[in-house]
């Protein structure tokens, strides 16, 4: 009888236990699911609190990229340096917290690139942040080959060292490649053409390496990213950007 009981009660508490897990994971992804709604919505900051609250990887990542996006596009000059910096530590914890998560990685990368640009070319280079970078971007794309925004953010990358240094010293100082800054960003639009990002990012980055040579086809690309339809906040922002560039081209 008592070995009976015994039993009984492990198995009550193993039923409790894992009534307790169900409740926590549905908790949790309620959670996930409302910082998500927050960041379609456009209260970046807001989903940058909710996500990281979360305290799992996805939710660290997710608040990392909406306080990225929060501290480029919407935060005062001010008070950006500090949340890119804040970014920055959301992005590597994600990705401590789970190594495999390709999004934590890229969000690391991205919100590297902003804190390196907030900070100034001179001091990003001294911290070795280009390096840093590409490492995470590249680390994305092996956990993720179709990684669209992986592909663009690499392309951007390489296009990016290459129009500021020059090809022979974008080369030789960091690896950087017109060469795979075209086929980076030719990727991610083979993959996602109707992604309002993709356009955009596939002109800036052709912008980047030689107004000169690729401006009608950065004409085209802006004029793509115009015109496919807005579907969240981020995307509202990045129209913005397109109407803007697009207008400077054609009236430079």
């Known amino acids: 009888m008592k070995g009976q009981a015994v039993q009984v009660a492990g198995c009550a508490a193993g039923f409790l236990l894992s009534c307790c897990l169900s409740l926590a994971g549905t ?5 996930i699911d409302e910082a998500r709604e927050a960041y379609t ?5 807001d989903a940058a609190r909710m996500g990281e609250a979360v305290g799992t990887s996805k939710g ?3 608040a990392a990229r909406s306080l990225t996006i929060h501290a480029y596009y919407i935060a005062g000059k001010h008070e950006r340096e500090a949340l890119l910096e804040r970014a920055v530590e959301l992005a590597r914890t994600a990705v401590r917290f789970d190594s495999g998560n390709a999004d934590a ?4 990368a991205r919100a590297l690139g902003r804190y390196a640009q907030a900070i100034g070319t001179f001091e990003a280079a001294n911290r070795g942040y280009a390096e840093k970078i590409r490492e995470a971007t590249e680390t994305a794309l092996r956990l993720d080959p179709e990684m669209v925004s992986a592909h663009l953010s690499l392309g951007r990358w390489h296009a990016g060292v290459v129009g500021m240094v020059g090809s ?3 080369r030789i100082t960091f690896g950087a490649r017109e060469a795979h800054a075209l086929a980076s960003l030719e990727r991610a639009f083979e993959l996602a053409p109707d992604k309002k990002a993709v356009p955009l990012e596939y002109a800036l980055g052709l912008l980047a390496l ?3 040579e690729y401006r009608e086809k950065a004409r085209g690309l802006l004029k793509r990213a115009v015109e496919l339809p807005v579907k969240d906040a981020y995307e509202g922002l990045l129209h913005k950007k397109a109407v803007k560039r697009l207008r400077a081209l054609e009236g430079g």
């Open 27 to 31: 908790a949790g992804a309620q959670a």
């Open 41 to 45: 919505q456009g209260r970046f900051a």
């Open 210 to 212: 030689n107004e000169d």
């Open 60 to 62: 660290l990542a997710l």
């Open 105 to 108: 990685h890229l969000q690391l």
């Open 168 to 170: 022979f010293l974008a």
